[in-house]
């Protein structure tokens, strides 16, 4: 359902959202080394996110990524679309271009209610709220 970059840009954004702020800007080396994502590839995900101020950025010798309290307060979903946009949470599992309600495929009914459930936490899910489960150690990401 994830594709493999959305993965990888929801790391990034969990491992900004624990150890940066406007004080505390963090280069792309030290992200991609601890999520274990090549730098070129991260770099390019936390481009794009910047652009839609998901995370915030500074250039300069001192500059780097960074998450604002305003950037905590995107969803997951947020992340999400900018990354694979909205349509590929919502496509068929099969590929299939013409599969909708009126003519579904063979796992569209078994899946449609799941998937909507999905995109529904996804929306009301802060990265905030994320980041303050990986800190109280209620959940877990090796980053």
Same mark, same amino acid.
Request: net charge negative; aromatic share 2%; hydrophobic share 40%.
């Given at each position: 359902m994830l594709s493999k970059s959305s993965k990888y840009a929801l790391k990034?954004?969990?491992?900004?959202s624990l150890h940066? $702020? *406007?004080n505390k800007k963090i280069q792309v080396r030290e992200i991609s080394d601890n999520i274990e994502v090549p730098k070129a590839y991260t770099g390019k995900?936390?481009?794009a996110l910047a652009k839609r101020d998901i995370i915030?950025?500074? &250039?300069g010798p001192t500059g780097g990524f960074y998450m604002t309290p305003s950037n905590r307060s995107h969803s997951v979903? #947020?992340?999400? *679309?900018?990354? !694979?946009?909205r349509k590929k949470m919502e496509s068929c599992l099969l590929g299939l271009q013409d599969c909708d309600? !009126? &003519?579904?495929c063979p796992l569209h009914n078994?899946? $449609?209610?799941? &998937?909507?459930?999905i995109i529904h936490v996804f929306e009301s899910i802060e +990265? #905030?709220? +994320?980041? $303050? =489960?990986? =800190? #109280? =150690?209620s959940t877990f990401l090796p980053i």
């Open positions: 990034a954004v969990l491992y900004l940066s $702020n *406007e995900l936390l481009q915030s950025s500074s &250039r979903m #947020d992340v999400v *679309e900018v990354i !694979d946009g309600l !009126d &003519r579904p078994l899946v $449609n209610t799941s &998937r909507s459930q +990265l #905030d709220e +994320l980041a $303050n =489960k990986l =800190k #109280d =150690k």
